[in-house]
């Protein structure tokens, strides 16, 4: 593996580490009241990087495939209208979806409510359920697996590379690990400096509430337009 290539993958890893599932549900966690049980966070933060790890070696398994099929039917000189059409679809609904996704009106509805409060508490005390926090890791995994770019990105870095499957396979592993190196960070800092640290985690947690999905939705629209300009190219230009 080239330096160049570490690079890049620390720098994709990184990025996945400030989403929804890997920063934002731990840190909200981490607000509790009460002591940090560590136990309870090793739960959730390994039910996300086994599942992680798990739907990268399915995708990186079909990664050759896939990409070759996709790079074909994208092709500049591949103007198949039924292609491009669908082409054009895909990149509407995207854009649609990052547009509602930023919508002010949206984001004034997002509040936590009581209920959500008290699970919280109960999830991070001797009286809720592991179980309940493997749960929450694989939904937040699930419902983040439409956004996850940037490591689609890295798994086809991954299989560009050529570094074989067992190399492969230790550079998710690694990679997946990174994605939550954040997370152990500020768990270890709570656990050490409880409440010069509470400040901080509540400034965190009050910016990724504001601009996830205006980072998100922004992203959403940007490969929305991509997509149905490089279509209307193809159809009516090239």
């Known amino acids: 593996m080239t330096p160049i290539l570490a690079a890049g993958l620390v720098g994709l890893a990184l990025i996945d580490s400030t989403s929804v599932g890997t920063l934002f549900i731990p840190v909200w966690l981490l607000l509790a009241s009460g002591r ?3 136990g309870r966070f090793a739960v ?9 790890f798990a ?3 399915v995708i990186a398994l079909g990664a050759d495939v896939a990409f070759s099929q996709l790079a074909e039917l994208l092709a500049d000189d591949n103007d198949s209208p039924a292609i491009r059409i669908t ?3 895909i990149g509407v609904s995207l854009f649609a979806w990052g547009w509602w996704l930023g919508s002010k009106k949206r984001r004034e509805r997002k509040r936590e409510s009581g209920r959500l409060m008290q699970w919280r508490e109960r999830a991070m005390t001797g009286a809720g359920s592991s179980a309940a926090l493997m749960t929450l890791a694989i939904l937040a995994a699930v419902i983040e697996l439409a956004s996850m770019l940037p490591y689609l990105a890295a798994i086809g870095l991954m299989t560009a590379a050529d570094i074989g499957w067992i190399g492969t ?3 998710l592993a690694a990679y997946c690990l990174l994605m939550v190196l954040p997370a152990v960070v500020l768990i270890v800092l709570r656990i050490l400096a409880h409440d010069r640290v509470e400040p901080v985690l509540r400034r965190i947690n009050d910016w990724i509430a504001k601009h996830s999905d205006t980072l998100l939705s922004s992203a959403l629209c940007g490969i929305g337009i991509y997509l149905v300009l490089n279509a209307l190219a193809v159809l009516f230009l090239v």
């Open 87 to 89: 082409q054009i679809v």
């Open 55 to 57: 739907v990268g070696i």
């Open 169 to 171: 396979g230790l550079t």
């Open 36 to 38: 940090v049980r560590a």
């Open 44 to 52: 959730y933060l390994g039910t996300i990087v086994v599942f992680y």
